[in-house]
């Protein structure tokens, strides 16, 4: 089996070096870059496993680094993305999260925890890389406008889709390599996991997590014959005012909408008002107006709110760009 590589990308020498000496120790190959200028020349010779960066770095920060290969290296996008930082705020961590971070490791180092943490994020690439077939299904649930989480029967996450990922961030909750969340909601969360019962059948157990942003989560095993890999029970999560852009693409062509229409209709469900959706459009009232006649009479609704009901029932997220 190929060493796997890490590429670890951090500006202070002595660290950068004790890091790669604790992964070489611990069985790693680690190419080192003191900025992310070297990082990138190191990325155009060799595809890292797994990489490590500081977050605090002159030139381009780790985020805009992170968010850079996310935007322009697409090949990259399942490579595990960890920061080595000294930043632990509850809600810088929820930031970096957020932008897609997969997982953090706070400075001064704790070296067990940090091979743990490499250990972790490699075993679940290998998993999914090993699943047969492609990844189409695990595509799909990324369009999803509701937050998934698959996991195995040690209640380990096998993937969670970018909704997923955004609403734990929001509310605390690490994905990383099995759920945990601080307080009572981790008390919560830990209870439904290990109480979901894995056999075909079982009824779906739901709970509300209020502890920071309001999440409601829905537990349920998956049928024998529709397990994904290793996926053998699945986490739905939803939030009160947390969604993704909706699929304007999937609105028309559901209710013969125009592009323009389609525009209107999700601004509408997100809250703004006709004066607002005329300045983000660029267009006057009379053509918003004109634009709403159209589409209340190709969806067959009355009412506003009956309008906003029936677009936020659309399932689909705009997919990443």
Do not use: W
């Not at 970096?96 to 971070?101: D, H, K, L, N, T």
């Amino acid at each position: 089996m190929t060493v796997p590589l890490i590429l670890c990308v951090e500006d202070e020498p002595s660290l950068r070096d004790d890091v790669a000496f604790e992964l070489h120790e611990a069985g790693y190959v680690v190419s080192a870059a003191g900025d992310a200028r070297e990082a990138l020349a190191h990325l155009e010779r060799q595809r890292p496993d797994l990489i490590l960066c500081d977050i605090l770095m002159p030139g381009m920060d780790g985020k805009r680094f992170m968010s850079y290969l996310r935007q322009t290296r697409p090949d990259l996008d399942d490579v595990p993305f960890v920061f080595l930082t000294a930043l632990s705020s509850r809600q810088q961590i929820i930031d970096g999260r957020m932008a897609g971070a997969d997982d953090y490791v706070t400075k001064p180092i704790d070296y067990d925890l940090l091979r743990a943490i490499v250990e972790s994020r490699l075993n679940l690439m290998r998993r999914l890389r090993a699943m047969p077939g492609d990844r189409s299904g695990l595509a799909a649930l990324d369009r999803l406008a509701i937050g998934v989480v698959l996991l195995d029967a040690n209640g380990g996450v096998v993937h969670a889709n970018p909704l997923a990922q955004r609403l734990s961030g929001e509310a605390g909750i690490s994905l990383s390599g099995r759920i945990t969340a601080s307080g009572e909601d981790g008390r919560k969360l830990s209870a439904l996991i290990a109480g979901l019962a894995l056999d075909e059948g079982t009824a779906p157990t739901g709970l509300r997590l209020e502890d920071g942003a309001q999440l409601m989560v829905v537990g349920m095993s998956l049928p024998a014959h529709s397990h994904h890999g290793e996926a053998v029970a699945m986490l739905i999560l939803s939030g009160t005012d947390s969604k993704l852009p909706m699929d304007t693409a999937t609105l028309g062509q559901l209710f013969d909408l125009t592009r323009m229409e389609a525009q209107v209709a999700c601004l509408l469900a997100e809250g703004l008002r006709r004066s607002q959706i005329a300045d983000r459009l660029a267009i006057s009232g009379t053509t918003v107006a004109f634009h709403l006649r159209n589409i209340f009479s190709k969806t067959g609704v009355q009412r506003q709110a009956e309008l906003v009901a029936l677009i936020l029932s659309v399932p689909l997220a705009q997919p990443a760009t």
